[in-house]
């Protein structure tokens, strides 16, 4: 809602009728925002705990130019006669959307040839778009070279491991560690952000899209260990580091070092990973400055993270570490929302910057790209929309506006049809967008804050993958091992590296924090003294940071603070029977057999009769230090025990939900600012249920009513709002 409306408002005798305040902003209208919305406008400031007066000087801040929630699609005005650019823009403002993408593929025709820009058709379309009160986002086009470039500098093609050299015709055909095509990126953002840098109804830009492949060619090689020459100094370091006199591996000259493709030094192998991360972040960097330096501060700086969030090409905290948010791309794919999963990867996104995020693409209905591109059932495109929003997005865009006419994603799910009309998932998006209207001003400024949080290292995460030890240690199965019993207590959950400000947590969960440095190891250890609860899972601190085996064994610099080690660790091939003062289970995949030396030491879980090696010996052990706690499990335990585990690490650290006895089916998120709290909930099962609350509330969503109960049909979302005591 724009500052114009508010103004308005403020006005207007404070016994104006919805009627009349929605009469004046239909006059002079900033954004689509549904005329009902306007009636309901008294009611919602009185849910947000203000007057007024209040409400009214608050608002400018909060949507100096555009709602708090965005709704948008990726927008392709190239591919189409300039005739169609009116009826899609028309369908964008009636499903209540304020935001468009563009450009990100559109090189050819911003720069046809070298050094010869063609601006006008995109000033066109954003003026188009700023008619219809839609905003944009210019994404640089640096994920698909036009022909022109790759066939006059062939040396900017990417190289794959095998040595096949990219061709013209797809993309991510390029080089990015390539000088000349960074500076030719560096060009035409640069261009870009001259022409439209200040342009009013541009908001922010994306560089490139979907950070993807790495090069194996002889110059990326040598820049790999000029890279490692900066890094080490001397190859006596290296060789060190890596333990090069296993296997003869000791390298004599920089120039021998290998660019690794699959296996290897693990040393080498991890600093591999480290390289393409300051590489891919180097080819974000030359685009960042070049539009930074022609562009208004207000002009907001990402880039759109694919391969479903989780992917780890490269370091995604450390990309978007000069962005000023994250974005990601949200698809289902195959089959339908697996929704702890989905929301385990939202918190690992906010976790990026430990801020509010955008999702800059998800699917309208289906993709093209699964080996069974099926359709979302009703209502559940709209579910996937708002589960964004709970834990923590302040825009949610659809990939596409409408279907390509040609190309290789004919297929793939769009909003519009080759001929313009709306396809079935339209109306459903359109309720999204009236949705986010009606539940703008209640979330504007408010987002997810946690007490608990899952510890989460790019360096462990390569580390293990790299020598799984048994092919069932799925990471992100154990990462949501230990989310699912957080969530089902109703707890937000935050996922933080270890670089990231930890006191502010109760508790934190480490699972497979296989890599711990010595600064990293103090770090933890005075959060533990100053009265945080550290909680190990297995494999953690078995390595140092430069991926040898730390000499203490697990949990390496931290043995002294638990007061105990992992004496041996095992791959299981068979169940494992656990039990203790926190109940029974098993334990599968892995085990580690514990010891203690020190008395202060309380040992919680036991392995039963199994392979000989863990009969009887400890699986967890805790210990008090300082104000805090430190606790070890050995183990990957089944959900029962696991929730149990947790349940106990919860009360011990005086952790409470707010929401209890919530239906299996139903989802919780809470955002919050200094003045209220957001609840949203949303019920993915098949059955309607009945939610209680834990007291009475506002329904944004039904008419602002107060409420003490909701009831939640299948794929149903409720928002509710209430004033903080």
């Known amino acids: 809602m724009s500052t114009m409306l508010y103004k308005e408002t403020l006005a207007l005798n404070t016994k104006a009728t919805g009627r009349e305040m929605a009469m004046r902003y239909r006059q002079r209208r900033c954004v689509s925002v549904q005329r009902k919305m306007l009636a309901q406008a008294l009611v919602i400031v009185a849910s947000l705990g203000l007057s007024l007066v209040a409400w009214c000087e608050k608002a400018p801040q909060l949507f100096e130019q555009n709602p708090a929630l965005l709704l948008g699609a990726a927008w392709y005005p190239e591919q189409w006669p300039e005739t169609r650019w009116e009826t899609d823009l028309t369908l964008m403002e009636q499903a209540h959307m304020h935001v468009v993408r563009v450009g990100e593929f559109a090189w050819s025709s911003l720069e046809p040839s070298e050094g010869v820009y063609s601006f006008d058709w995109l000033e066109r379309a954003i003026r188009q778009a700023e008619k219809h009160h839609i905003a944009v986002v210019i994404g640089t086009p640096t994920d698909a070279p036009p022909a022109w470039l790759t066939s006059k500098y062939p040396e900017t093609l990417r190289t794959d491991s095998a040595g096949h050299v990219a061709e013209h015709g797809g993309r991510r055909q390029f080089n990015y560690a390539n000088p000349h095509y960074r500076q030719l990126s560096a060009a035409i953002a640069g261009q870009l952000a001259q022409h439209f840098g200040h342009d009013a109804n541009v908001i922010g830009w994306q560089i490139g899209n979907e950070f993807t492949d790495e090069s194996f060619d002889g110059e990326t090689r040598q820049q790999f260990q000029q890279w490692l020459q900066r890094r080490y100094g001397s190859l006596d370091a290296l060789n060190r580091a890596w333990l090069t006199a296993y296997w003869s591996q000791t390298y004599d000259r920089w120039e021998e070092i290998p660019l690794p493709a699959s296996g290897g030094n693990p040393g080498l192998l991890l600093d591999h990973r480290r390289f393409v991360t300051d590489t891919w972040r180097g080819f974000e960097q030359v685009q960042i400055d070049a539009i930074r330096k022609l562009s208004d501060k207000r002009q907001f700086v990402t880039t759109n993270l694919g391969g479903l969030g989780w992917s780890d090409n490269f370091d995604h905290y450390a990309i978007n570490e000069p962005l000023d948010i994250a974005s990601w791309d949200d698809y289902v794919g195959q089959g339908h929302l697996k929704a702890d999963r989905n929301a385990l990867v939202h918190d690992f996104v906010r976790g990026w910057k430990r801020k509010n995020f955008w999702v800059m ?61 709306p396809l079935p998932v339209y109306d459903e998006i359109k309720q999204e967008g009236e949705e986010f209207d009606l539940a703008a001003q209640v979330l504007a400024g408010t987002t997810p804050v946690a007490q608990v949080a899952l510890l989460h290292s790019y360096d462990s995460r390569w580390a293990i993958d790299f020598q799984p030890h048994n092919h069932n240690y799925d990471q992100l199965e154990v990462l949501l091992a230990y989310y699912l019993p957080l969530r089902k207590a109703g ?58 085996l730390n000499p203490q064994r697990q949990p390496g610099p931290l043995v002294e603070a638990l007061g105990g080690r992992v004496e041996q660790y095992y791959a299981l091939d068979k169940d494992v029977p656990v039990g203790g003062v926190l109940g029974t289970g098993i334990a599968n995949i892995w085990a580690e057999q514990l010891s203690n030396s020190n008395r202060e030491d309380e040992v919680l879980l036991r392995y039963g009769s199994s392979n000989g090696w863990l009969d009887g010996k400890t699986a967890m052990m805790t210990r008090r230090l300082g104000k805090g706690r430190i606790t070890y499990l050995g183990a990957l335990l089944d959900p029962t025990l696991m929730s149990a585990v ?9 952790v409470e939900a707010e929401f209890v006895n919530v239906p299996e089916s139903v989802e919780v998120c809470r955002r919050e600012d200094a003045h209220h709290r957001v609840f949203i909930l949303m019920n993915h099962g098949a059955e309607a249920v009945d939610v209680p609350l834990p007291a009475a509330m506002h329904n944004v969503l039904d008419k602002n009513l107060i409420v003490d109960h909701v009831s939640l049909k299948s794929q149903g979302v409720a928002v509710l709002s209430q004033q903080r005591k």
């Not at 209502?379 to 596409?400: F, K, N, S």
């Not at 890599?515 to 190990?536: D, P, R, T």
């Not at 947790?646 to 005086?654: E, I, S, T």
């Open 646 to 654: 947790m349940r106990w690490a919860l009360k011990d650290a005086g």
């Open 491 to 548: 707890l937000t959950v935050d996922v933080v590296e270890g670089k990231a400000p930890l006191s502010a947590y109760k508790v934190l969960f480490a699972p497979s924090l296989n890599v711990i440095s010595g600064a990293n190891a103090a770090e933890l250890k005075k959060y533990v003294e100053q009265g945080g609860h550290l909680f190990f899972g297995p494999r953690s601190g078995m390595k140092d940071e430069h991926n040898a």
């Open 361 to 421: 693409e998800t699917q309208p209905a289906y993709v093209n790209w699964a080996l069974v591109n099926n359709a979302l059932d009703p209502g559940e495109t709209r579910m996937v929309a708002w589960q964004a929003i709970g834990h923590g997005a302040d825009a949610v865009l659809y990939w596409q506006w409408s279907s390509a006419l040609n190309g290789q994603e004919q297929y793939h799910g769009a909003i519009a049809g080759p001929d313009g009309g």
